[in-house]
Each structure stands twice: as structure tokens, then as C-alpha cells.
């Protein structure tokens, strides 16, 4: 018997994984796959933050960037490169942007050599750009590190059972909690008003002549020249779900478009690819990460006691599935978010502290359910 079930082992999973075997629990880890198989294994994983016009997005990511340094520095040091980051915006209106954020930020800015931005391309040139201190993780060593000291099952579930105060996966397995990890793949549980956007990602390691000492960021992002070798990631297709679509994905196609895309920055001489990288994100519909218990749909809707239609909901009225949890919605920034919102979320779990209202699951319910008649 386990102390928690994790079903996913992308980041999210692996690093509550992690934060579980810090606190001496009993974990065991589903993937159907494979750990890092999906989105994560094919995420660029660079660690940077959301440069944007103010709002709770930016606010999360700015806090979870600077969590995530220190935090994959200090747990990490062998999978993690600290790496000076250049950022370029992709056109005017992105240019102002950046320069509102660069006026604003509490981050401490760099200042990149000039020889370096006088060597790219002209549409780089054009545009405004920032530096920071930022970081890069090897995302498939980084999660397959972070679930170490859980079992590992590489086994679809396909039957999620509560009985008697345990959980029972798959008729074998029981645990006293579940969190739900899956990204956009089908889910376990079905519940109507959890609705994810499903992203392909695709992004490619090279071999290459061109040398580049930075963490470079525009229409994709390019790594640091490592023993001639550097990645280039990703590329978002909100159109192709590998779960529903009737070809196969074009892997030739999406090389090209990345090394097109990465073409417009800097140019890269003698490419050779070496690997592909391909996976599927999820991103929630208002932007925001889903994190916290899981409310039941039709139980909770027979309460005769909520009002539903209203602008303030109560989300202590709702009812949950006991001990299923989920953690969800990162986007682009999954290698960012994840550990910060492990440790809230595991902080929840194991000492009962709240999660914010803005990231708990409930928040889609209650949209949900205002709009029923």
C-alpha cells in the first residue's frame, strides 16, 4: 500500500515524486509510456519567465522562475546549466511589451556583448530584447531523477476504484491518495467541466559548426552550444492530438519548421539532427495551472443548499473525491511551474494548507455550473 498514487510521470508527477520522497512517503508512479514520454520529454525545458503585460500569469511564473532556479540548483546541479538568457521579441507590438517588463521587473538584467548581437540575424536586430540570468534542464534525466525513489509501473490505468478509504489502480495497486498527472492525454476520471487544450510540441538536438554561448529566445528557443551540439524548441500545433488524429504527425515537417523558425534568429551552418523530440502539453482555457482536489460533479449539483449562479461561489460547499488530487494546465512552462507547484501542492496534501483559489480545479466547475440551467 502507498501513500500516493501519481498517474502521469511527466514533470508534474515526477516532482511530486520528489517532494514525497523528501517527505518520507511511499509513492508509486503510472505512465502508459514511459517516464518523460509526452510533453515534457519533448519540452526545449528552459527555465525563464513570462515576459508580459502584468496579470496573475505573469505573477505565478515570476515566482515559480525564481523558486525553480534555486531549486533545480541546489537538488539538481548535474542536470541543470545556468545559462545567461537573450530574449528577443517577435515584432513591435511584442518589442513594447518588453520594454514596459524590462522598466518594471524586479529581476536583475544583463547586458549581452555587442559582437554577439551584431552576429545575428537582421529581423533579430530589429527588435527590442532582454538578458537575464536563466537556466536549462535535461527535462527527460531531470524527471526520471525526480521519481527515483517511487516505483515505477509503466502501465496504462485504466480502473481507478475508492473503496473502504483506499484507492485501487488497476485492481493491484492501492494508495491512500491518487493525483491526477496526465496532461492533455485521456484522463482517468470524467468529469465534465475539466476541459484541457491539447498542444503538440516537437523540438530537435543538432549537431552544428555555428557556436552559440547563450540561451536564445524568439520565434523558438535555442540552447548553448554543447560539444558542438545545441537543441532547438518547440513548436506548438494546438491541431494535432495523437489520441484523435487520422495521419500520423509529419516528424520531416517539423524539423523544417523549427530550423526555419530558428533560421530568422541566428544562422546555423552544417545541421545534422540527431533526435527528435515529440510530446503533447496541455494548457488550461484561462492560462492558469489547475492544482488541488478534484470536485464531484454530480453530487455536488444535487445540493439543494448552493446557489450556482452566483459571482462569488463558495468552494468549501462543494463535494470532492476523497484524497484525488490533480495537477495540470502548465503550458509551455511546465519545467517552470512544476516545482513550485509541487510544493504547494503537497503542502496541501500533507499539512492541509490552502491552495489559491485561482489555481484549485473548482474554479472550472463553478463557470461550469453557472451556465446549466
Known amino acids: 500500500m502507498y501513500d500516493l498514487a501519481i498517474i502521469g510521470a511527466g514533470i508534474n508527477g515526477a516532482s511530486v515524486a520528489h517532494e514525497f520522497a523528501n517527505a518520507s512517503k511511499r509513492v508509486i508512479i503510472f505512465d502508459m509510456d514511459g517516464i518523460a514520454s509526452g510533453g515534457s520529454g519533448a519540452a526545449g525545458a528552459f527555465i525563464a519567465p513570462k515576459f508580459s503585460k502584468g496579470g496573475e500569469l505573469k505573477e505565478l511564473l515570476h515566482d515559480a522562475f525564481v523558486y525553480s532556479m534555486e531549486f533545480y540548483e541546489k537538488n539538481f546541479p548535474k542536470l541543470f546549466t545556468k545559462t545567461q538568457l537573450l530574449h528577443i521579441a517577435k515584432d513591435e507590438e511584442s518589442s513594447e511589451i518588453l520594454k514596459q517588463y524590462k522598466q518594471n521587473t524586479s529581476l536583475e ?19 527590442e530584447h532582454i538578458s537575464i ?9 531531470m524527471c526520471r531523477a525526480m521519481s527515483k525513489s517511487a516505483k515505477y509501473v509503466e502501465q ?17 495497486y492501492s494508495a491512500k491518495s491518487v493525483l491526477l498527472a496526465t496532461g492533455a492525454y485521456e484522463s ?13 510540441g516537437h523540438r530537435i538536438d543538432i549537431k552544428t ?23 532547438i524548441g518547440a513548436t506548438h500545433n494546438v491541431h494535432y492530438h495523437p489520441q484523435s488524429a487520422t495521419e500520423p504527425y509529419d516528424v520531416e515537417e517539423g524539423r523544417a519548421e523549427l530550423l526555419e523558425k530558428a533560421g530568422r534568429t541566428m544562422k546555423l551552418e552544417d545541421v545534422e539532427v540527431i533526435r527528435d523530440f515529440t510530446g503533447l502539453r496541455s494548457g488550461s482555457f484561462d492560462y492558469m495551472p489547475l492544482i488541488g482536489n478534484v470536485v464531484l460533479s454530480k453530487e455536488t449539483l444535487c445540493s439543494k ?35 513550485y507547484l509541487a510544493k504547494i501542492l503537497s503542502e496541501h496534501i500533507l499539512s492541509g494548507k490552502k491552495i489559491s483559489e485561482r489555481l484549485s480545479p473548482a474554479r472550472f466547475f463553478a463557470r461550469w455550473a453557472k451556465k446549466l440551467d
Open 156 to 172: 496504462k490505468v485504466d480502473s481507478l476504484v475508492y473503496d473502504d478509504g483506499l484507492w485501487i489502480i488497476n485492481d493491484t
Open 209 to 231: 559548426s555555428t557556436k552559440n554561448p547563450y540561451s536564445l529566445h524568439q520565434n523558438v528557443s535555442i540552447s548553448p552550444s554543447s560539444d558542438n551540439k545545441l537543441a
Open 188 to 200: 482517468v476520471i470524467k468529469e465534465p467541466y475539466i476541459k484541457l487544450r491539447g498542444v503538440w
Open 109 to 127: 538584467l544583463k547586458e549581452a556583448p555587442a559582437e554577439y548581437l551584431e552576429s545575428l540575424s537582421e529581423h533579430a536586430k530589429a527588435f
Open 305 to 339: 443548499e448552493i446557489r450556482f449562479k452566483t459571482k462569488k461561489p463558495n468552494f468549501d460547499e462543494y463535494t470532492y473525491y476523497p484524497n484525488l488530487y490533480m495537477i495540470n494546465g502548465n503550458g509551455g512552462y511546465g519545467f517552470v511551474l512544476a516545482p
Open 133 to 141: 540570468d536563466a537556466g536549462v534542464v535535461d527535462a527527460q534525466s
